[in-house]
């Protein structure tokens, strides 16, 4: 990617309000909604199975890519792209800020 490219994403910090299995996708994944301030809610689909339970998703703060086109992942239309580190064997690691940020903000 360019780095003109890379400088049109718009990253920002969201909270995490809603998490459920995303039944019928290939590879293991959840239904996020998540909450960006002014922005307002955004749903994600995440393939973030392998390392994290539904339950304890709910309340994290995570980095997403806010302004890509829509995409329909199993039915399921994601409207952020929630950013994670391989961390090897399948298992997808989530980028979240090492202290708590207002919603919305824009990593820079």
Same mark, same amino acid.
């Given at each position: 990617m360019a780095t003109d490219e890379l400088g049109a994403l718009e990253i920002r910090v969201g909270t995490i309000v809603g998490a459920q299995v995303l039944r019928g996708a290939r590879t293991p994944a959840y239904a996020l909604s998540i909450d960006f301030g002014e922005l307002g809610q955004r749903a994600s689909s995440a393939e973030i199975a392998d390392l994290y339970e539904a339950q +304890?998703? @709910?309340? $994290?703060?995570?980095?997403?890519? #806010?302004?890509?086109?829509? !995409?329909? =992942?199993?039915?399921?239309?994601?409207?952020?792209?929630?950013?994670?580190?391989?961390?090897?064997?399948? +298992?997808? @690691?989530? $980028?979240?800020?090492?202290?708590? #940020?207002?919603?919305?903000? !824009?990593? =820079?």
């Open positions: +304890e998703l @709910v309340g $994290l703060q995570v980095v997403a890519v #806010v302004n890509l086109p829509a !995409r329909r =992942v199993a039915g399921f239309e994601s409207r952020a792209l929630v950013l994670a580190v391989d961390a090897g064997k399948g +298992e997808n @690691v989530l $980028l979240m800020p090492e202290r708590p #940020v207002p919603d919305g903000s !824009r990593v =820079v």
